[in-house]
């Protein structure tokens, strides 16, 4: 056997290819960046969390507000609606008693 016989190439096998390498120098430059925009987005999306939290939280507030007005109309309206009665039988019963006094002052 001569020492060039290539009948055992094992040595040749975990010899990186200059091809190989440049790929791979890609790929981790490409993970590299997929990462980097991964943090970035999960940063963003966090921030993104926040904001509907911070959201949800000032909507159930307004709700409360809304709920207290509405409250509070309804009480208005009963007021109103009583009021409006007392001002009607008022002058009616003003004017009842006026026509009694006249009435009893004829008679």
């Known amino acids: ?3 060039f016989d290539d009948d055992d190439d094992s040595d040749h096998e975990f ?3 200059f091809d190989e390498t440049a790929e791979l120098e890609r790929l981790e430059r490409q993970v590299r960046e997929l990462l980097t925009e991964t943090a ?12 509907a939290r911070e959201n ?11 709920d207290e007005l ?7 309206r009963r007021k109103i609606h009583r009021d409006r009665w007392i001002n009607l039988l008022g002058p ?3 004017m009842f008693f006026g026509a009694l006094s006249v ?5």
């Not at 970035?40 to 904001?51: G, I, K, S, T, Y």
């Not at 509405?70 to 208005?76: D, G, N």
């Not at 009435?103 to 008679?107: A, L, V």
Request: glycine fraction near 2%.
């Open 70 to 76: 509405a409250r509070k109309m309804t009480e208005l």
């Open 103 to 107: 009435y009893m002052w004829m008679r």
């Open 40 to 51: 970035r987005l999960e940063a963003q999306l966090d921030q993104v969390h926040a904001m």
């Open 56 to 66: 949800a939280e000032e909507l159930a507030r307004l709700h409360t507000e809304v």
């Open 1 to 3: 056997m001569s020492q």
């Open 15 to 17: 010899e990186p290819n």
């Open 92 to 94: 009616l019963v003003g």
